[in-house]
């Protein structure tokens, strides 16, 4: 599609887009972060932010990629880190996060496992919960077996836009992404435009 953003240069179908018609942010300094994500049967392991960047949203493990480590390397340390488990992770997509007014564009590799070693468990930054990828029934439409489920992924307390890529993860299909924010007077982000696209694999 003709419209993909400055910065996305690949070759790329377009699968989610939206926002505001509005001009892209403009290109800051980049950074690296990464963020893993478990995938099995038909559930996905995320994790509670306690503490700092994205405090109070559930999301998969990860951080910054420090100067003597590959992205590769810091996503199975933030994993092990924050989850207390360690699994083979593959590379299955990039995000470019731009919040106007801030001093770097976040460039996230994003990383999935269907297989893990050892216990999910509680850390410091992150409480792992388990939630179903399955979309959830209607609430008139709930039977017993459903109340047993897993609870639906949290979408109300994650980053907007996650909603387009999460349920690709499973396929493992690479993509790329570009997600622009505003920040309001509250100190919340705002998603301000973003757009999506597929690899040519
Ligand atoms: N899923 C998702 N993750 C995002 C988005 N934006 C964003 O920064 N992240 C992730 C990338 C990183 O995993 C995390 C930010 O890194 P962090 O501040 O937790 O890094 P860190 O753990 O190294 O920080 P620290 O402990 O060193 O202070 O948030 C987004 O829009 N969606």
């Not at 963020?35 to 995320?46: F, G, M, P």
């Not at 792992?128 to 897993?150: K, R, Y």
């Amino acid at each position: 599609m003709s419209d993909i953003p400055p910065e996305l240069d690949e070759n790329l179908h377009h699968f989610a887009s939206g926002g505001k018609d509005v001009e892209w942010l403009p290109p800051l300094p980049i950074k690296y972060y990464t963020v893993a994500h478990i995938v099995q049967n038909n559930k996905i392991l995320l994790g509670y932010k306690k503490r700092g960047f994205g405090q109070g949203k559930y999301n998969g493990f990860g951080g910054k990629v420090e100067p003597n480590e590959t992205s590769l390397e810091a996503a199975m340390r933030e994993l092990e880190e924050e989850a207390g488990i360690r699994a083979p992770l593959k590379h299955v997509g990039v995000l470019l996060f731009i919040v106007s007014g801030a001093e770097k564009t976040f460039h996230i590799d994003i990383y999935y496992a269907s297989e893990f070693e050892g216990t999910p468990t509680e850390s410091d930054e992150m409480r792992p919960e388990w939630f179903s990828l399955s979309p959830p029934p209607p609430n008139n439409a709930m039977t017993a077996e459903d109340t047993n489920q897993l609870p639906p992924i949290p979408w109300d307390k994650m980053w907007d836009t996650d909603q387009c890529w999460i349920p690709l993860l499973p396929q493992g299909r690479a993509f790329r992404g570009r997600a622009d924010f505003d920040k309001d007077e509250n100190g919340s982000f705002v998603p301000r435009r973003w757009w999506y696209g597929l690899l040519d694999e």
